[in-house]
T-cell receptor
Framework: GAGVSQSPRYKVAKRGQDVALRCDPI?????LFWYQQALGQGPEFLTY????????KSGLPSDRFFAERPEGSVSTLKIQRTQQEDSAVYLC???????????FGSGTRLTVV | EDQVTQSPEALRLQEGESSSLNCSYT??????LFWYRQDPGKGPEFLFT???AGEEKEKERLKATLTKKESFLHITAPKPEDSATYLC?????????????FGAGTRLFVKA
């Protein structure tokens, strides 16, 4: 497609439940990023892929967070045993190589109850 | 540590009332400074990239400028449809040039 697609758009999870968030980047974009955005704040870096290689996962808040991109295209962010503090919008972005701006998806709003 | 600070947090303007948004940054080796627009319920939308001090970019009613310590987003004769959150972000050598650090944004409200 022409843009970055994320699904689901909204997810309500009970505390302790596992969730999986999907991102379809722009075709041909080798770089893929996950960001977390709390209400009223700017996006915060979670992790970065170049093709299928996860080159930086320093922003993942805990070992309950896991991301993968096995074939270098679609990526999944998984959160195990969700907690209330995980409630946020999770944004996926992709871009071509080089110093370019990102193209973001519309995000997945996760609410943990 | 790389840091981006935006001011003001919120700005209310009348239609046609020009103003500027500020972005102060502290980085080790700036590779690029970015401006994004974010509407409620949507992801940020890329506006501009600035690479070096003195550079300027324009798009419709928006003009972005860059110095060694800060960037400004000038809005000329804004319209209600310019209402959004404007995010400033940087990429730096310290983070390998790929991680983008965002500010908290300036929420702009333009009243007709």
């Amino acid at each position: 497609g022409a843009g970055v697609s994320q699904s689901p758009r909204y997810k309500v999870a009970k505390r302790g439940q596992d969730v999986a968030l999907r991102c379809d980047p722009i075709s041909g974009h080798v770089s893929l990023f996950w960001y977390q955005q709390a209400l009223g704040q700017g996006p915060e870096f979670l992790t970065y892929f170049q093709n299928e290689a996860q080159l930086d996962k320093s922003g993942l808040p805990s070992d309950r967070f896991f991301a993968e991109r096995p074939e270098g295209s679609v990526s999944t962010l998984k959160i195990q045993r969700t907690q209330q503090e995980d409630s946020a919008v999770y944004l996926c972005a992709s871009r071509p190589e080089g110093v370019y701006g990102y193209t973001f998806g519309s995000g997945t709003r996760l609410t943990v109850v | 540590e790389d840091q981006v600070t935006q001011s003001p947090e919120a700005l209310r303007l009348q239609e046609g009332e020009s103003s500027s948004l500020n972005c102060s940054y502290t980085v080790s080796g700036l590779r690029g400074l970015f401006w994004y627009r974010q509407d409620p319920g949507k992801g940020p939308e890329f506006l501009f990239t600035l690479y070096s001090a003195g550079e300027e970019k324009e798009k419709e009613r928006l003009k972005a400028t860059l110095t060694k310590k800060e960037s400004f987003l000038h809005i000329t004769a804004p319209k209600p449809e310019d209402s959004a959150t404007y995010l400033c972000a940087v990429q730096a050598d310290e983070t390998g040039g790929f991680k983008t650090i965002f500010g908290a944004g300036t929420r702009l409200f333009v009243k007709a």
